[in-house]
């Protein structure tokens, strides 16, 4: 058999050639990959050469919302301190940077956004408040401190229903198997 090959031979003997979109090269190549892979240097060296540290994602997605959810509370300093907002809710869910540190428990990135004014009262596209998301997903540390850090707003958080009508206690009751830590908890003054 032949090595040789014609123009347009489409035979698996060529390398495939494989390629990036703009976005996917921009994504990779900016402030997001630096916040999910936790590289401090690259975030500082990215902010310092001029980028938005708002600047979203084709998913509406922030280097804040990336951190968060990777449980990267340095990396939320960072960010926070060169003016990232921490209310910034993603177009589509409604989603801010401590309904994804509460849902998956990062207590440190919780803490870190309520010290710099992240709402606690912001609903997602379904209604719910970063309560419950971590009552949701059964973080009752996380859960805990919101309710002590948030005081003032802690009556409005408590009772505050998502769009199916369920208050973050009813998910407590329903998804966990502590009802009574969570009764305590809720009822706490």
């Known amino acids: 058999m032949s090595q040789v090959h014609e123009d347009g031979c489409v035979c698996s003997a060529h390398p495939n050639s494989t390629s990036q979109t703009l976005p996917e090269l921009e994504f990779e190549r900016g402030i997001w990959t630096a916040a999910i892979e936790n590289d401090e240097q690259k975030i500082k060296r990215l902010l310092d050469s001029g980028h938005d540290p708002n600047k979203r994602d084709n998913s509406g997605y922030t280097a804040l919302h990336y951190a968060a959810r990777g449980g990267y509370a340095n990396i939320l300093m960072i960010l926070l301190s060169r003016g990232a907002d921490p209310n910034l809710q993603t177009p589509s869910g409604k989603t801010v940077a401590l309904h994804r540190a509460a849902y998956m428990g990062h207590l440190e990135c919780v803490k870190t956004l309520l010290s710099y004014g992240c709402r606690p009262d912001l609903a997602d596209s379904d209604g719910k408040s ?49 009802i009574k830590e969570w009764n305590e908890l809720f009822s706490e003054q």
């Not at 309560?131 to 859960?143: D, M, R, S, W």
């Not at 919101?146 to 505050?160: D, F, G, S, T, Y």
């Open 130 to 178: 970063a309560l419950h998301k971590c009552v949701e997903k059964g973080n009752y540390t996380c859960a805990k401190l919101i309710l002590e850090e948030c005081q003032m707003k802690r009556a409005e958080l408590v009772n505050m229903l998502d769009n199916k009508g369920n208050t973050a206690l009813d998910l407590g009751i329903r998804n966990n198997k502590n």
